[in-house]
């Protein structure tokens, strides 16, 4: 699903951002980690929410919902 339309990410690209383990404790190092930038930030809520669900249960590199998230990276 598309969560930032102005730099075309989706959930699972953000996922997999936070997972590789660059830094993304905060919104701007999330873009900055997707070679893009905050533009409207319609998306900052939505963004935020997945870094949230990231405190709480982490997504760890190699994981199959690690992989899924690569693999939708690569096909789009
Ligand atoms: S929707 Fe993400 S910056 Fe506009």
Known sequence: MIVCSCNVLSDSQIRSA???GTPCARLKQVYTSLCCA???GRCARAIK???EDHK???MKVGSPE???AAA???SS
């Open 18 to 20: 936070i997972a590789s």
């Open 38 to 40: 905050a533009k409207c």
């Open 49 to 51: 929410a997945i870094l």
């Open 56 to 58: 709480q249960a982490p």
């Open 66 to 68: 690690a992989a899924d």
């Open 72 to 74: 939708s990276i690569s």
